[in-house]
């Protein structure tokens, strides 16, 4: 790749799925043009491995390079920025796609997991979001997306501190927005419901029932349309009737209601473990 090629996009996980199972593995790739094609597609198929990296290439007419980078490490992410002003890139696109969730009590998680929660899904995306900045292609608008949730919306028991880092996410894609689409960057907020990319989180939506089933949708079509909708520079994507309305109906009520309405929810999917007894909400004893 030569310095100046402009880049499609950046910030993927090298590993199979939109989101992460484990922080450890994210990592980043580069899509560059070939022929001015305007081609941005985020790499979310193992693209470190040559056989990845070949049918991207393959698919879509792009050079796939990728950088192994743990987001969740400052250095190692220093490391990433450095390797790309080395060899001049430039961006415009970007797609902080990276994320992390421990699902389960608050009190039941340990303090190193919350952290990676936070390292990761905020402290990350905004770096990167900042340093691509320094790195944009000036004959072109830079889209930026991030990944946020539809859990965004809510206070969420079960997935507190998840899905305060999705509602950050969220505030801060529309005010950066407002404040960059003047110099030529739009930043558009992804809010999907549950996607079926890790056998936990099909379990999870599995344990909603009809909730879970309606509100799931196709991984390969939530991309297509938030490649579209950043392109258009949309602000916000909630993909799915069923998502949109439940995000509409959700901003009727008061906050501790809806908390308290998923609370019950989430208690389907997380009951009590065997041979224990509940004390409080998610609080179990030993008999």
């Given amino acids: 790749m030569s ?21 450890r593995n994210a990592g980043s790739g580069y899509v560059s043009s ?11 198929r193992a693209p470190g491995r040559p056989e990845g990296r070949a049918r991207v290439e393959r698919l879509y007419g792009v050079e796939a390079r990728p950088y192994a980078c743990d ?7 220093e490391g990433l920025w450095r390797h790309i002003g080395q ?11 990276a994320g992390i969730d421990y699902e389960g009590p608050f009190d039941e998680r340990g303090v190193g ?3 990676t929660i936070v390292r990761l899904n905020i402290e990350a995306t905004v770096e990167m979001t900042r340093r691509v900045l320094a790195h944009r292609d000036p004959a072109r608008v830079l889209r930026i997306v991030n990944v946020s949730s539809l859990a965004g919306y809510y206070p969420m028991p079960v997935k507190a501190v998840y899905a305060a880092s999705k509602r950050f996410l969220l505030d801060f894609s529309l005010a950066l927005d407002a404040e960059l689409r003047a110099s030529g960057v739009t930043v558009t907020a992804l809010c999907p419901a549950g996607m079926p990319t890790t056998p936990s989180t099909m379990r999870g939506i599995d344990a909603q029932g009809f909730m879970g089933r309606i509100t799931t949708l196709n991984v390969g079509d939530v991309a297509a ?11 916000v994507i909630v993909p799915g009737v069923a998502n949109q309305m439940l ?10 209601a809806v908390a308290s309405v998923l609370n019950r929810r989430w208690r ?10 509940t004390v409080g909400p998610y609080a179990y004893a030993e008999r």
């Fill in 3 to 23: 310095p100046g090629r402009r880049l499609g996009a950046v910030s993927c996980r090298e590993g199979e799925d939109l989101e992460g199972r484990a922080a």
């Fill in 34 to 44: 070939r022929g001015g094609q305007n081609i941005n597609r985020s790499l979310n």
């Fill in 71 to 77: 987001l969740t490490d400052a250095a190692s992410r």
């Fill in 87 to 97: 060899h001049g890139l430039r961006f415009h696109f970007l797609i902080n796609v």
């Fill in 113 to 115: 997991e919350l952290q």
């Fill in 225 to 235: 349309r938030t490649i579209r909708g950043a392109l258009a520079g949309r602000r």
């Fill in 247 to 256: 995000r509409l109906l959700g901003g009727l009520a008061p906050a501790p």
């Fill in 268 to 277: 389907r999917a997380y009951p009590p473990p065997p041979g224990s007894s």
